[in-house]
């Protein structure tokens, strides 16, 4: 079970527990604005009246500021929420900061990672390591499926 949290969106506060009652995906990505980030976001934009039919609920989480989120929303057209996690704690309690290798040199990153949560706010699946390509759709069967 994952404990409850409630951080800043683009839409305003966004608490897991007002979540209860539905299916609830969170991804992690590294950075708003770039090519796979973008894909990403782009690929959930894509899939989000199939999530809404599967009464699934879409939340992006990076480190970046919640103006860096306002544009990158709506930029992208994002009918979805992202949490701004500039002090970690969300990626802490998920575990995602992992040290990656950028150019050559270790640096403190986002894994690139999904959590699917059932109804009760437990974790029904976990995707870690992703890559983007037909991703949103693995994730949006299995929220189908729960």
Not at 86 to 95: G, M, P, Q, Y
Not at 109 to 121: K, P, Q, Y
Request: charged content about 25%.
């Amino acid at each position: 079970m994952i404990a409850d949290f409630t951080s800043e969106g683009t839409r305003g506060p966004v608490t897991l527990s007002g979540l209860k009652g539905r299916k609830v995906v969170i991804y992690f990505y590294p950075k708003d604005n770039t090519p796979g980030c973008t894909n990403e976001a782009a690929d959930f934009r894509d899939l989000h009246d199939e999530f809404v039919a599967a009464d699934t609920t879409v939340l992006g989480v990076s480190r970046d500021s919640l103006r860096s989120h306002h544009n990158f929303r709506a930029k992208l057209e994002l009918p979805f929420d992202l949490i701004a996690d500039v002090d970690e704690s969300l990626c802490t309690a998920f575990d995602v900061i992992k040290m990656k290798n950028m150019y050559g040199k270790q640096v403190r990153g986002i894994e690139r990672s999904t959590f699917l949560l059932d109804r009760t706010g437990a974790v029904a699946q976990v995707w870690r390591g992703v890559k983007v390509a037909g991703h949103a759709q693995q994730v949006l069967d299995a929220a189908r499926a729960l």
